[in-house]
């Protein structure tokens, strides 16, 4: 089985020790997502699978549905931590293959490892520095709510002591 891969996991196979699973994994790659209709036939007709962004393999599966009229590829989410996805023509041999190798990265603690990197990485991407805290709810959180409820609950009970206030005071002055 030959993969489809973005430049994410081209480097980290590429850096990857020989005989560990990246390394295996880059020797068995046949394309690194240059071109982009040669690796969509590809992937269709069954000698790829795509591993790479999930808005990219929407964009596949648009051209082969605008082609074909047919829904022959799948999706398979989250393989990383990150926003990859791996993309097999339905009823693929490779599938039970490739969950077992994903299988075999996520015990060798290699996918824990990514998700490590990705979560310090986010940080980094914020736009400001800022922690957000979760606290539970406390009653003083509803003091403004409460406020409103009971500021309301007053005025309607004016007005409704004023409306009978003034239909007395109408009635009385009609019997004079």
Do not use: H
């Amino acid at each position: 089985m030959k993969f489809c891969f973005v430049a994410l996991l081209d480097s980290l196979s590429r850096e990857a020790e020989p005989n560990s699973t990246f390394g295996k994994l880059y020797r068995n790659v046949g394309s690194w997502g240059n071109d982009y209709i040669n690796a969509s036939e590809k992937i269709v007709s069954g000698q790829f699978a795509y591993v790479g962004i999930k808005s990219a393999m929407y964009g596949v599966m648009d051209t082969v549905f605008a082609k074909t009229r047919t829904c022959p590829l799948i999706i398979k989410d989250n393989f990383l931590p990150t926003w990859l996805t791996v993309g097999f023509r339905k009823n693929s041999p490779y599938t039970a293959p490739f969950n077992k190798q994903v299988m075999r990265l996520r015990e060798s603690g290699i996918l824990n490892m990514f998700e490590k990197k990705m979560r310090t990485a986010m940080i980094c991407w914020s736009v400001t520095n800022e922690k957000q805290s979760l606290r539970p709810l406390e009653l003083k959180d509803f003091y403004g709510v409460f406020l409103l409820y009971f500021g309301g609950l007053g005025l309607a009970t004016i007005s409704f002591i004023v409306e009978l206030s003034f239909r007395s005071w109408k009635q009385d002055s009609r019997s004079s």
